[in-house]
């Protein structure tokens, strides 16, 4: 199982940005996945989860209304739109197979090196 982040950057308060997640050796398309995120000093926090066929999404409170999360099952990516961004947003942020421990904020079994994102003007 391998994971892939990318998109992140350096983004004023307010503003947007996407991320992207190539994920490989699974089948991707069986699985409901999430985004997860560690901001600096913290542990992990789950932030968004989507179905295995995107009919379904579920986000944690902080980034409700703000964030969308999506798939492209073909393309075995993963995707997280972020907007309105703000400073508490900053994070390194990854994606993961979905699963309790993972809602939970523990340490996801199989993660890529994430992808940074920091919110500052």
């Known amino acids: 199982v391998q994971f892939a982040e990318s998109g992140g950057g350096l983004v004023q308060p307010g503003g947007s940005v996407s991320l992207s997640c190539a994920a490989s050796?699974?089948?991707?398309?069986?699985?409901?996945m999430s985004w997860v995120r560690q901001a600096p000093g913290k542990g992990f926090e789950w932030v968004a989860a989507?179905?295995?066929?995107?009919?379904?999404?579920w986000y944690a409170n902080s980034v409700k209304g703000r964030f969308t999360i999506a798939r492209d099952n073909a393309k075995n990516t993963l995707y997280l739109h972020m907007n309105n961004l703000k400073p508490e947003d900053t994070a390194v942020y990854y994606c993961?197979?979905?699963?309790?421990?993972?809602?939970?904020?523990?340490?996801?079994?199989?993660r890529g090196q994430g992808t940074q994102v920091t919110v500052s003007s």
């Open positions: 989507i179905g295995s066929d995107a009919t379904d999404t």
């Open positions: 993961a197979q979905d699963g309790p421990a993972v809602r939970a904020g523990q340490l996801p079994a199989y």
């Open positions: 050796g699974f089948r991707f398309g069986g699985y409901q």
